[in-house]
């Protein structure tokens, strides 16, 4: 630790979202942000991407492939907090609305090395069959006011009713 | 013995043991049978010989017979040390306990034997037997008895179960007590002799073989296998000799040429001896012999037995006695190490491995075909029923079940607080209850009638009225009842005495205590009791207890005389034998009497030899009964134990009337202890199955050491209750409870419901030890009601808890009992022993007592490791000195992650800070990057939270002038602090809508809307406004945020006077403002001038907008009305970065937007140069500014409108000018209110939610509460104008109650508005009527509009509040310009109390009168002069850091003096004389200041101030400034300042 500024660490994070199956839509596109806690910070790289709309491959499994890079490097002093990627997949609807297909999050693996996440993607439900329509007929559907809500519990806990 | 006998016994023995062999079928025994008949040779001896032989050997047995004896004896004796304890030093106990254990370890090997046939008898398939056997007995044959057996006593040898066992056994110690034959023993060539000559054929012939040749190799033994099976070689190799020499025979006769070549020689023959003898130098054969222990050990070291010294040691593997013997032996031959042998001189050896039960499943049977054991049975599926005891399962209807617990009391039969009288008090009540108990009873009573009716039916037995009954009958029933009358009458009298003496004992105690009272001259206890005499009827009194008497005499009599005639009889039978006794004695001596009877007689005679003096002596006759005796014994015993005739009953009756001494007439000690007493109270904790479920409140104790609780608790339980334990807790004083004793109470049966519960009582002592410095005696220590302290009584704490336990019944009348299938103890199998579980039920796991029953009955091995825990933990719990945990640990691992200790963690400055920031302390909310060492943390860090922990409760002076500002300054902090506190709480509550963004339910105007959209155009030729989205404000960070401030256009701004030089001052406009600048002297037109420096316009504006100390500033304009039409950009920074709209609404900032005139000073020194360059220097003066705090932005999303510039009353240099080129229309509007004006547009950028301040009903807005929600809370806050004032802070709210209450008391008609205004948002301002016109009064500045203002700030008026009535506006505009405040017009405003609804004449809750100190004016001089002078002069030399700032104190005066003007002029008509003034004093300099005028809440505010005015921006090197303070005290506390800034430059 030399004298000049605090000690750190460093947490280089590269990859790529490689695909995504989502058997009922196409023409897919991605975001992605890290959310992270107080103690981190990023030094290099991007923390938000929005990758290009992919479209589903013509085989048997029907990936939608994007492998859309993700290159950031963390610095922090402290593994609470550790970052999490949190990836929103959106595509066009029936009627041409750019809607919400999926939100998902996972921890940055904790362990040097290669690694392969999958992640269940979900969407909030409308909260009556009427307005469920109506979103569906308007394009509108419910969404988040932030993708990073999902890889936070503030607010998720249950309450005492 | 006899050695005929000994041989038939032998015999039999071999006989019985050839019949066996068959079905013994020992492998050995059999291989022999099979060869013996090949021999085929006759047997060559007779049986005499066989006999001869065997009695030669029955000789040789003879001492061989004799040796196991010693040799057991011997065996005993080596054991002696090993049963005894090794170290002498070993105490008795250490014996008994040895004892116990190898007699407990003998009862478990016999359990676990017990349980093994157990379990096999439960193995469906029968055991191969067959099989089994032969193994079984082969063991026992070949090694006589198992080392098992042999290593017990000589009483397993008893037991033999089979004849051939012992017999084997016998031979077998033949073979090993064979060395140490005695040396008469026959030589070895007389052994060989005999082998050599006798070929036995007999088998046991075989058996007896080795022996002689174990007996020729004495020092040397032999395997018992071995030699027979040489021998048997040997033999057959001669035997086969005869055969041989016949081929030989055959060979020769057919060649006999071959003969001459061979040399025939006799085939060597070796001896067995020798050949034994050479195997002997080359073999080694370890002796069978068990080894004496001193080999085993090193000299001189005695065997140490270490499970005799409590060490565990395992049970050894089962290996026989002599191969451990051959092993032992080997091993001293070969290595003489010793190392192979333990402390105990025995081979050590690891633990037995083998289960005592098997693992796997029984091998099946050739018998039994394998399909048999595979087919499938079918069974039908039973449903599982959790059979749990402990926890209710899901099959049952409810879950919960509920047991009431009624404490209702408590008493204390004895505790340390009791007096002497107390004591006796106890004692007397305990008696007096067993009293009232026995009288309830009244045994005595029932046993007298019980003993009449006998005696009637007796009497009417002995009358023969029954003829029908026989004799015998009569008189058997007869004796019977005489039996049973004799047994009831020594009951009764039995319990007369009893009773007797209860009563006597009370009295005695009573007696007692009333002489203790008296000797300590107070009474403690208001125990009473009083002696109620029953009167009698004597005379019939005296006749049934003489009736009484005469008839218990009479039985008496009659059992006597039974009684004499037995004895009389038993006497006449003893004597009769006497007398024959004697006559045989007579026969005896005579000599030669013996017949054929008598000497069987002999034994009898001889044995009672011993006792001659007994039956010999004449039996003397039963003395007669004696009448007169049995009545005086009668008597007596009646006078004792009975109330005598004539004398009354006495009853005894306790009761409290007694009257307790008063404190002040006790001695010191005496009250002591009451007060000892007053300070103890009581409580108990409900433990169900050992866990606290409650406890009652805790009660003082009463002066009668009783406590009442009368509480119910209500056990809602899920499992069945194993226990249920009260305990008693005192506390004395404040010291922590002790726990007293505990009480166990029973659990009820499932037919006790609550209502039907008796109140039992159950007692409970402790047995702690009080010592008490007062007259309270103590529990646990001895004391005395002697004086000379003899007759000591030790008493321990003891009481009684009243009670009820019973089981709750539901709503609908069913009991909540759990049900019985849940009590049952469930299955108990075969296996119970070995697992506790399953034995004793889980519950017993958790009641300790019933585990260490389990663990003393099963006998376990308490020195076994696998028990080690068990044992600890059953160690514990019986012991009761170690402290068990009675309550469940939830981490019970925690000790084993905590890798610092704590105090070491909390030394941490990391994980403070960590600790800190997770608390949301407000310096280290957002503290990012905390560092990872603790030495990279800088104690700084903590040291505004450090200062501001210790400042909490520490009043800072430094910043407040006065205390009382201080004070409050305080209060708004700790308020502020709550207020974000609570936020902060809400910010974690989130709603659906915080996190998702959803369509609203549609409605049917939505969706028409919605669908009639679909139709319009996509691109509409007049596009709409659209709302900006706005952005949840905490998802934010530095930069995101900014303030857009648009400066429009300015009016009216003051223009430039040419200040009295020698230049030539600019013209100014001919018109001039109202009638106070019709005085300003010269005025020229706004033409640029030549003489002015550098011809400027008469202002050059521009604005400068300052937040956050970034300041932003306008192009230059030019005139009094400039516009700029400019947008800054300002960037927002939330308190320590916190974007949460809890912070952002405490964000205290304010926009300034200050108008500077900048001026432009020609420099140039020298006129020649001016062609060159221009020199110039600017200069800027402070105009006016406006001020917006960043909380009316942020709630208002949007500021929009025109706003009055803060003009300074006095501004040098500068006047009011109108602009001649404006000439609009609202300028006489305008005449009601001069000043200059601004139009801003702000916002901030993104839009921000406003803080949802609603939803938690407060607002930080202006620290204080919001009393927005209605108008009639109106009223509510009138209430708060005291408050208000003490606190000297409010909202715009309060400051309009207060003022128009001050119209209304002026009698002025005056009404509070509610509407919105700009900036403030929703406000309230005050409306007075006066002289047609109608004010507007902003109740913050004390501005005041007319109706018609434009510029009126009130924009929107919602209801008027006057002070009987509320009214609402229900005009078709809201805008002051447009409506009508005419309230008694119904049809505009609609009034809240009317005719339905009157006005109820609400009383106000305020003081009638508000009461105004006078300020201390000394304090308001020192505040102005030493503090906000000092500090303020400081301040701008510190915003100078580059420059010199010198003083000008002259100037300074002159302005102190004319401050005070201001404030009684307002500001108004000063500025002529003023300016005057100056220009006499400070003719040549060029002078720019002016007054600030504001109230004095802190000193914050007055620095940015001063700050904003720029005053300090002027770096002309020659420049001085001026600055004065004047404070105005007001009463209350109000405190108006003024401060005159001012810069000057001397002219040249």
Redesign the interface.
């Known amino acids: 630790m030399a004298a000049g500024g605090p000690s750190v660490f460093l947490l280089m994070v590269n990859g790529q979202v490689e695909s995504a199956q989502f058997p009922e839509f196409d023409n897919l596109y991605c975001k992605y942000c890290f959310v992270y806690g107080q103690d981190w910070a990023p030094t290099a790289g991007l923390e938000e991407g929005i990758s290009q709309i992919t479209s589903k491959s013509r085989d048997a499994c029907h990936a939608l492939v994007w492998n859309f890079p993700i290159d950031i490097t963390f610095k922090s002093t402290n593994p609470f907090g550790w970052p999490q990627i949190v990836l929103s997949v959106y595509g066009p609807d029936v009627f041409g609305n750019d809607v919400v297909r999926g939100y998902g999050a996972v921890h940055v693996p904790f362990s040097p090395g290669r690694h392969k996440r999958t992640i269940p993607m979900f969407v909030p439900e409308s909260t009556s069959k009427l307005q469920k329509f109506t979103s569906w007929f308007m394009g509108r559907r419910p969404e988040y006011t932030d993708p990073k809500v999902v890889a936070q519990g503030e607010g998720r806990e249950a309450q005492p009713s | 013995m006899n050695p005929r006998e000994e041989k038939v016994k032998i015999i039999t023995e071999e006989f019985i043991e050839n019949d066996e062999d068959a079905n013994v079928g020992k492998r050995k025994k059999n291989s022999k049978v099979q060869r013996q008949p090949r021999k085929k040779q006759p047997p060559t001896t007779g049986p005499d010989k066989m006999v001869s032989e065997e009695s030669h050997l029955g000789n040789q047995q003879e001492p061989a017979q004799d040796k196991p004896q010693t040799r057991l004896l011997s065996v005993t004796a080596r054991r002696g040390p090993r049963s005894l304890p090794p170290i002498p030093s070993a105490s008795r106990i250490g014996f008994a306990e040895f004892s116990m254990r190898e007699r407990m370890r003998e009862k478990l090997q016999a359990a676990r034997s017990k349980a093994e046939s157990a379990l096999l008898q439960e193995i469906p398939t029968p055991r191969p037997r067959r099989l089994r056997s032969p193994s079984v007995k082969e063991l026992e044959t070949e090694f006589g008895t198992e080392s098992g057996k042999e290593v017990g006593s000589t009483q397993q040898e008893d037991d033999s179960q089979s004849y051939s066992r012992v017999k084997f056994h016998v031979s077998a110690r033949k073979i090993k007590s064979k060395p140490q034959v005695p040396p008469g023993f026959p030589s070895a060539e007389e052994a060989y002799n005999f082998f050599t000559f006798t070929f036995d054929p007999e088998p046991e012939e075989a058996e007896e073989k080795p022996k002689h040749q174990d007996g020729t190799n004495q020092e040397e033994e032999e395997g018992e296998e071995e030699p027979p099976a040489q021998e048997g070689a040997n033999r057959m190799d001669e035997e086969e000799l005869p055969h041989g020499k016949d081929a030989e025979n055959f060979l020769l006769g057919l060649d006999h040429t071959a003969n001459e070549f061979l040399a025939v020689r006799p085939a060597d023959y070796e001896s067995v001896h020798v050949r034994l003898q050479r195997e002997k130098e080359m073999l080694f054969i370890p002796s069978r012999l068990t080894v004496p222990t001193y080999k085993k050990l090193p000299e001189n070291v005695q065997p140490r037995f270490l499970e005799d010294e409590g060490l565990y040691i395992g049970e050894r593997p089962e290996v026989a006695r002599t191969n451990q013997n051959i092993m032992e032996n080997r091993l001293l031959t070969q290595e003489p190490g010793r190392r192979w042998f333990g402390d105990d001189g025995r081979i050590l050896a690891l633990p037995n491995p083998i289960k005592p039960f098997p693992s796997r499943p029984p091998v099946l049977t050739q018998e039994q075909s394998i399909k048999t054991e595979l087919e499938t049975l079918y069974k039908k599926a039973v449903k599982y029923v959790h059979r749990s005891q402990h926890m209710i399962g899901s099959g049952d209807p409810s879950g919960n079940f509920q047991l009431d617990i009624d404490i209702s009391g408590l008493i204390f039969t004895h505790h340390p607080c009791f007096s002497r009288e107390h004591v006796l008090a106890a004692k007397l009540a305990q008696l007096y209850d067993q009293y009232l108990a026995r009288h309830q009873r009244n045994k005595a009573k029932f046993l007298t009638d019980k003993l009449q009716a006998l005696r009637n039916a007796v009497q009417t037995g002995l009358n023969p009225e029954k003829p029908h009954q026989s004799l015998d009958m009569i008189q058997k029933t007869i004796n019977e009842y005489k039996s049973e009358i004799r047994q009831t009458r020594k009951l009764r009298d039995a319990e007369q005495e009893r009773d007797r003496t209860l009563l006597k004992t009370i009295i005695k105690v009573w007696k007692e205590m009333k002489s203790l009272r008296e000797f300590q001259r107070f009474t403690n206890t208001p125990l009473k009791l009083v002696l109620r005499k029953e009167k009698v009827d004597q005379k019939a009194d005296e006749e049934a207890y003489e009736a009484e008497i005469q008839a218990e005499i009479s039985e008496l009599l009659e059992e006597h005389t039974e009684e004499y005639e037995q004895k009389m009889e038993e006497y006449r039978t003893s004597y009769q034998q006497w007398k024959a006794w004697k006559k045989a004695q007579v026969c005896k001596h005579r000599p030669d009497q013996a017949g054929s009877g008598r000497a069987e007689e002999h034994p009898e005679e001889e044995t009672e030899e011993p006792y001659p003096e007994e039956d010999p002596v004449k039996p003397t006759p039963p003395e007669p009964t004696d009448q007169a005796a049995i009545e005086q014994q009668v008597r007596e015993r009646a006078a004792q134990s009975r109330r005598r005739p004539g004398e009354p009953t006495l009853l005894p009756e306790l009761s409290l009337a007694g009257s307790v001494t008063p404190n002040d007439q006790c001695p010191r000690a005496e009250v002591w202890r009451r007060e000892d007493v007053k300070r103890r109270s009581v409580y108990l904790k409900v433990l169900f199955n050992n866990k606290e479920v409650s406890r009652t409140v805790s009660r003082q104790l009463g002066t009668d050491f009783r406590v009442h609780f009368g509480q119910i608790f209500n056990l809602q339980i899920f499992n069945w209750p194993e226990s249920l334990t009260l305990q008693v807790y005192e506390t004395v004083g404040h010291s922590s409870p002790t726990l007293l004793a505990e009480v166990f109470l029973p659990i009820p049966e499932t037919t006790v419901v609550t209502g039907r519960a008796p109140i039992e009582e159950v007692e409970f002592s402790s047995n702690q030890h009080v010592t008490l410095d007062h007259e309270g005696v103590g529990s646990g220590v001895p004391f005395s009601f002697e004086a000379d302290g003899s007759n000591q009584l030790i008493l321990m704490t003891s009481g009684k808890v009243s009670h009820s336990v019973a089981w709750a019944v539901g709503e609908n009348g069913i009991p909540l009992i759990p049900p019985l299938s849940q009590q049952n103890i469930g299955f108990r199998s075969a296996l119970k022993r070995a697992d506790a579980i399953s034995s004793i039920g889980t519950s017993g796991v958790t009641d300790m007592k019933k585990l260490a029953k389990w663990a003393a009955e099963s006998k376990l091995d308490p020195n076994d490791p696998n028990n080690g825990p068990l044992m600890q933990l059953i160690s514990v719990a019986t012991s009761g000195e170690s402290y068990v945990p009675d309550f469940f640990r939830l981490e019970q691992l925690q000790q084993e992650f905590n890798f610092v200790s704590d105090e070491e963690l909390n030394r941490s400055k990391r994980f403070r800070l960590?600790h800190l920031?997770s608390q949301q302390v407000p310096e280290f909310r957002?503290?990012?990057?905390?560092?990872?060492?603790d030495r990279?943390i800088m104690e700084k860090v903590f040291q505004d939270y450090e200062k501001r922990l210790r400042d909490r409760n520490v009043i800072e002076t430094k910043d407040h002038i006065d205390t009382h500002r201080a004070v409050v300054a305080k209060y708004l902090q700790q308020v502020r602090e709550s207020v974000i506190n609570r936020f902060l709480i809400a910010k974690?509550?989130?709603l659906?809508a915080?996190?998702?963004?959803?369509?609203e339910?549609?409605n049917i105007s939505i969706?028409g809307l919605?669908l009639f959209k679909l139709a319009e155009q996509k691109r509409p030729l007049r596009p709409r406004r659209k709302g900006r989205k706005k952005v949840?404000a905490?998802?934010l960070s530095d930069g995101d945020i900014k303030l857009l401030v648009n400066i429009i256009r300015a009016y009216d701004l003051p223009v430039r006077k040419p200040t009295a030089s020698k230049f030539q001052q600019p013209s100014r406009s001919s018109r001039t403002f109202r009638e106070k600048h019709a005085a300003s002297p010269d005025t020229r037109s706004p033409t640029h001038s030549a003489d002015y420096p550098l011809g400027q316009v008469l202002v050059r504006p521009f604005v400068e907008v300052s937040f956050q100390r970034t300041i932003c500033h306008t192009t230059t304009a030019e005139g009094p009305n400039p516009s700029w039409n400019e947008e800054l950009e300002l960037p927002f920074r939330a308190p320590n970065g916190d974007y949460s709209t809890a912070s952002l609404q405490s964000v205290k900032d304010v926009v300034f937007i200050n108008i500077f005139d900048e001026v432009l000073y020609d420099v140039l020194e020298d006129d020649r140069e001016r062609g060159n360059g221009i020199h110039t220097r600017i200069e800027r003066h402070w105009l006016g500014c406006v001020k917006i705090p960043f909380s009316t932005i942020y709630f208002q999303a949007r500021i929009d409108g025109t706003f009055k510039i803060d003009i300074p009353p006095v501004l040098l240099g500068y006047s009011k000018e109108q602009n001649m080129i404006i000439e609009r229309d609202f300028d006489s509007v305008r005449s009601l209110s001069e000043g200059s004006y601004i139009t801003l547009f702000i916002t901030i950028e993104p839009q921000l939610v406003p803080g949802e301040s609603v939803r938690e009903k407060v607002t930080v807005r202006r620290h204080h509460i919001n009393f927005w929600p209605g108008a009639v809370s109106m009223y509510v806050f009138f209430s708060f104008r005291q408050q208000f004032l003490d606190l000297l802070a409010g909202d715009e709210e309060e400051h309009a109650v207060l003022l128009c209450n001050y119209f209304l008391f002026l009698g002025k008609k005056a009404w509070l508005v509610i509407g919105n205004a700009i900036p403030e948002g929703p406000t309230a301002y005050v409306l007075t009527w006066e002289k047609s016109h109608y004010f507007i009064w902003n109740p913050c500045s004390g501005h005041f509009y007319g109706q018609f203002d434009t510029f009126c700030p009130l924009k929107n008026v919602g209801c008027l509040i006057g002070p009987d009535n509320i009214w609402f506006n229900i005009q078709q505009y809201d805008s002051p310009l447009r409506i009508n405040f005419d309230v008694t017009k119904p049809k505009l405003w609609k009034s809240f109390f009317s005719r339905s609804l009157p006005y109820p004449g609400l009383s106000s809750i305020q003081p009638e009168e508000l009461i105004y100190q006078n300020t201390d004016k000394v304090a308001a001089a020192e505040l102005q002069d030493s503090r906000i002078e000092k500090i303020l002069k400081e301040k701008i030399m510190d915003w100078r850091p580059r420059h010199l700032t010198r003083w000008n104190r002259y100037c300074t005066s002159t302005l102190r003096h004319f401050l005070p003007l201001l404030e009684s002029s307002q500001g108004e008509d000063v500025e002529d004389e003023h300016r005057a003034e100056l220009l006499k004093q400070l003719g040549d300099y060029r002078f720019s200041g002016f007054p600030l005028h504001m109230p004095y809440s802190e000193l914050k505010p007055l620095i940015d101030a001063v700050y904003s005015t720029g005053v300090h921006n002027i770096d002309v090197p020659n420049v001085e400034f001026a600055l004065a303070v004047y404070i105005h005290p007001y009463p209350k506390n109000v405190l108006s300042v003024w401060i005159y800034v001012a810069s000057l430059i001397r002219n040249r």
């Not at chain 2, 957002?926 to 060492?933: G, L, S, T, V």
């Not at chain 2, 915080?994 to 369509?999: N, P, R, S």
Request: charge should be negative.
């Open positions: 960590l920031r957002n503290y990012k990057q905390i560092p990872i060492y990279e974690h509550h989130f659906l915080d996190l998702v963004v959803e369509e339910v549609p969706l919605n949840t905490q998802n």
